[in-house]
């Protein structure tokens, strides 16, 4: 007779499991499901991304309309999206002497000559040798010019120039 308790006995404990581990199961699938749900929708918002662009950098002296003497950077919009002036960081570097400038917005440091607020395919402005440029590009040498798009962080332009 205690043998037939003991099954008994097991029998009943065995029929309890099942629908506990079925229940966990559950609970774990549904917080899965919902994780990767909350995901998807909270991580697929719209992001801005940078520009695609084509600016080229040269000597700006020999074609500059207000030339006098000074030495400038022709910034040219060769293709491809519109910018938006104040969203690019502008850096200036003498290769020669480690000086560096920076100013916040590209429409700060243009010449008058240029009064958009967006450079389109077809433009042409001009980094001229003033108090905005922080008179950096007084002397003939190789400078690095770096447009920077702020709200990415992203790098519209990286070149070197070569004033003479």
Known sequence: MNGKI?????????????????????????????????SFVFGMGPSESAPVV?????????????SDGDNIIKLQHKGGDTIVLDEIKVVIGNT???????????????DSGFTGTTMTVGDVAYIENDDDSGDLVSVAGTYRVQLIHKPTSAFILDTQVTIS
Do not use: C, H, Y
């Open 6 to 38: 003991w099954k008994t006995r097991g029998k009943m404990n065995e029929e309890a499991v099942s629908p506990v581990i079925g229940v966990i199961l559950m609970v774990a699938i549904t917080v899965i499901l919902a994780a990767v749900i909350a």
């Open 96 to 110: 020669t002497d480690a000086n560096i400038f920076t100013n916040n917005s590209l429409s700060n440091v243009l």
């Open 54 to 66: 084509q600016i080229a950098a040269s000597d700006g002296n020999d074609s500059a309309p207000f």
